[in-house]
């Protein structure tokens, strides 16, 4: 096994906190440009401008769902209310400098997209730390196989989140959900 994957899984919180993943040892790298990056090239010393968050979305959106679509499984469709839980979860766990599927305030997944005014019948949570670009991230997730189960599962929506800690480091979280019927 490659020895980064092999550091990548062996850093996974795979029992206790399932779908999420901690970073990889990485050596490392020549300071970034600002402006927009190329993919491979996040700047991790800045927050994350609006545009960019935007575009991190939906290339995370359309990760999740050329994954899916090859496989035989609908869209995720994008969820405000999932974004806005994923996206405050994202900004606590910079904030704390810690991965986890715990709020700061010792909440769960569940508690935070109900907060959202989130109905659902299911949700799911995958969170992530480091230096990663949006496809370092996937790939990740779908070597976990209970980072894939989310993005596999039964889910019809998502909202996704990322933020920056003082550690320079990104903080990932994507919310999955299937609505409450009325």
Not at 17 to 33: E, M, S
Not at 107 to 120: C, E, H, L
Not at 132 to 140: A, I, P, Q
Request: proline letters at 7%; aromatic letters at 6%.
């Amino acid at each position: 096994m490659d020895p980064s994957r092999r550091r990548f899984l062996m850093t996974a919180c795979m029992s206790a906190a399932p779908g999420c993943a901690g970073a990889p040892a990485r050596p490392a790298q020549a300071p970034a440009r600002r402006s927009f990056q190329p993919l491979d090239e996040p700047d991790h010393a800045t927050p994350i401008l609006p545009e960019e968050l935007s575009e991190i979305r939906t290339r995370i959106i359309e990760s999740h769902n050329k994954i899916r679509a090859g496989v035989k499984l609908g869209k995720l469709v994008p969820s405000q209310k999932l974004t806005l839980a994923a996206q405050a979860h994202a900004e606590d766990m910079a904030a704390r400098r810690k991965m986890s599927h715990s709020g700061g305030d010792g909440s769960s997944p569940a508690d935070r997209v109900k907060r959202r005014g989130y109905r659902y019948r299911r949700v799911g949570e995958n969170v992530a730390y480091g230096h990663f670009t949006e496809d370092r991230v996937m790939k990740g997730w779908m070597e976990s196989r209970h980072h894939k189960d989310n993005i596999l599962g039964g889910f019809s929506e998502i909202g996704v989140g990322c933020a920056v800690g003082e550690d320079g480091k990104r903080y990932w979280c994507v919310n999955f959900g299937l609505p409450a019927t009325r």
